[in-house]
């Protein structure tokens, strides 16, 4: 069983800058991809942040422009970097990761979560 971890979250001003990392317990060049997602209270979670095995990367229209998702393979590791914060980046981050297997005709995949760090963007 894959577990991710995530670490990095805290109180930070607007405008101000963090930094999410996810250690994975597993080599991250198993994933077809991983991604960061977030949940504000009472809201559906969604998806922030995509990064594929190849590094193609994509993002909400939301955080575009002021987050970069990378991805350490040696140090399995992924990585978001959040800059010019707004309150309503106040959420939980999950680092979530993402594997196909078996042959053609037959593919499963398989959905790992990590438990959510939280962020706070507040004066």
């Known amino acids: 069983q894959v577990q991710l971890v995530e670490s990095g979250g805290g109180l930070v001003q607007p405008g101000g800058s963090l930094r999410l990392s996810c250690a994975a317990s597993?080599?991250?060049?198993?994933?077809?991809?991983m991604a960061w997602y977030r949940q504000a209270p009472g809201m559906q979670r969604h998806l922030v942040a995509r990064?594929?095995?190849?590094?193609?990367?994509n993002y909400a229209d939301s955080v575009q422009g002021r987050f970069i998702i990378s991805k350490h393979n040696a140090e399995n590791t992924l990585y978001l970097q959040m800059d010019s914060l707004k309150p309503e980046g106040t959420a939980v981050y999950y680092c979530?990761?993402?594997?196909?297997?078996?042959?053609?005709?037959?593919?499963?995949?398989?959905?790992?979560w990590g438990q959510g760090t939280q962020v706070t963007v507040s004066s």
């Open positions: 979530h990761a993402h594997e196909e297997f078996g042959p053609v005709e037959r593919v499963q995949q398989r959905d790992y």
């Open positions: 597993a080599r991250i060049s198993r994933f077809d991809y």
């Open positions: 990064i594929t095995g190849r590094g193609t990367v």
